[in-house]
């Protein structure tokens, strides 16, 4: 198989966690959609990541939709997602919150980095910020140790993980560590993982006109 996308996407990121885990084989064709945009629409018309092509050539497309595959390949006793009843409601409310904050804080990096100063649009950014807050708010009440739902993985920490993650390195100012402490300690127990430590970013891995070190 062969994941398309940045690890500095936490959406990339996430299926790159759990194909790790499922220690499911795959390359990756790590293409920006910024710098190659014709190569990225051949692959997805919308020119958005990630992208998961299979052995069959078949591609998939949208993090969840991968990752939906990706528990009916592992199977019922493996997968991540339980697989009916309240377990399931509980982890899919989970990874649905997480989901929708990875979309504002991406909005809002990239409000940040393509309308610098005077050109931010501050409403926008204060309505992104509240509800990034307000979200972070829910998980953080919801959360468990060491794992998001106590005893055992599921995709919800794989989510929180990675949101968190991301959020550390391109928005951290909407995450205050005193704030958030039990969300702060699932991401460093989530980074201490080998399936989270071979899908970090690398410095070349960046949005345009940006560098890490």
């Known amino acids: 198989m062969i994941l398309v996308?940045?690890?500095d996407s936490p959406f990339v990121r996430r299926v790159a966690v759990t194909l790790n885990h499922y220690h499911m084989p795959f390359t990756r064709n790590a293409i920006s959609v910024?710098?190659?945009i014709e190569d990225m629409q051949r692959i997805n018309p919308?020119?958005?990541v990630p992208s998961l092509i299979l052995e069959t050539g078949e591609t998939l497309i949208d993090?969840?939709?991968i990752i939906d595959h990706l528990d009916e390949a592992a199977g019922p006793a493996r997968a991540l997602t339980p697989a009916h009843g309240p377990e399931r409601r509980k982890v899919m409310q989970?990874?649905?919150m997480g989901l929708g904050l990875m979309d504002k804080c991406v909005a809002l990096f990239f409000e940040r980095l393509f309308h610098i100063d005077k050109h931010i649009n501050r409403d926008f950014e204060k309505r992104m910020m509240l509800q990034i807050s307000a979200g972070l708010e829910k998980l953080e009440h919801d959360c468990g140790a060491p794992w998001f739902f106590d005893s055992k993985?599921?995709?919800a920490d794989i989510t929180a993980g990675c949101l968190i993650g991301y959020i550390k390195i391109r928005v951290p100012d909407v995450f205050?560590?005193?704030k958030y402490p039990k969300l702060h300690h699932l991401a460093l127990h989530c980074e201490t993982k080998e399936?989270?430590?071979k899908a970090r970013p690398s410095p070349g891995e960046t949005a345009p006109g940006q560098t890490r070190h």
Do not use: E, H, K, W
């Open 63 to 65: 993090s969840s939709a």
């Open 34 to 36: 910024f710098r190659n």
């Open 153 to 155: 993985m599921t995709q």
């Open 195 to 197: 399936d989270f430590v």
């Open 176 to 178: 205050p560590l005193d």
């Open 5 to 7: 996308g940045q690890f």
């Open 94 to 96: 989970a990874v649905v």
């Open 46 to 48: 919308l020119i958005r």
